[in-house]
């Protein structure tokens, strides 16, 4: 491991893998793991993905937002704040993990949502990378199995060694996915970046009526994402 890897092992705020409740969450996923780095993360991202259910609808805007105990307490998150905790339970294991960001296109989004957010490009959608046997490797545990069923999309699989990333159509052959820009990785979560982004795709107005709902109601959305309609002509 290089000296650049280094970063990409510690403990953040956000990262916060000395906590108790991702030392012992971590602990109770890899306990029959061997030591293989391969094998721990591919635990690992099964469990965030199934275990932290998808929500869009999370709040957003505040370092506490992202930080991975926070995620693992409420259990669910959207994708960056899933992408945290993964990328901290993959720094408690040992494994120089990072995150990294896209804008994406998503064509089986739910109607309601693209009404929400008034477009159908999710910007700085969050990944996870892994470095394993001396590369890095992208994972997405973003959708969890009841989600991928809900849209008749096959859950995204990861084996430690190729990139894990959304699928570009959906079970039965319609239009999933499109990555439509990349903005690297980061050692932890760019918070201001992510916010500035939003207001520049979705507007200063839209977002900080958002931030304003999220203060009103201390954190929660009134939204159920579970319960709206998969939109399909896009």
Request: proline residues 3%; hydrophobic residues 35%; contains cysteine.
């Amino acid at each position: 491991m290089n000296q650049d890897h280094k970063k990409y092992l510690r403990a953040t705020a956000i990262f916060n893998a000395d906590h108790k409740y991702i030392v012992d969450y971590a602990l109770s996923v890899i306990k029959d793991s061997s030591q293989d780095p391969v094998n721990k993360a591919v635990k690992l991202y099964y469990a965030v993905r199934d275990d932290i259910w998808y929500d869009p609808y999370s709040p957003f805007y505040l370092p506490e937002h992202y930080r991975a105990s926070n995620i693992l307490k409420r259990g669910r998150g959207y994708c960056v704040g899933k992408a945290s905790l993964l990328c901290t339970l993959g720094r408690f294991c040992g494994i120089p993990s990072r995150v990294g960001f896209a804008d994406v296109r998503n064509h089986l989004a739910t109607r309601q949502l693209i009404e929400y957010l008034g477009t159908d490009l999710f910007v700085y959608h969050g990944y996870v990378e892994f470095y394993l046997e001396g590369k890095w490797v992208k994972a997405t545990p973003a959708f969890n199995l009841e989600l991928c069923r809900k849209h008749n999309v096959s859950p995204l699989e990861f084996n430690g060694r190729e990139d894990s990333l959304f699928q570009a159509y959906s079970l039965e052959n319609k239009k999933f996915m499109e990555y439509v820009e990349d903005h690297g990785t980061y050692a932890d979560i760019p918070v201001d970046v992510i916010v500035a982004g939003w207001e520049k795709a979705y507007g200063k107005d839209r977002v900080r009526q958002w931030i304003q709902n999220f203060e009103k109601s201390e954190g929660g959305s009134g939204r159920d994402f579970y319960t709206e309609d998969v939109w399909k002509e896009l």
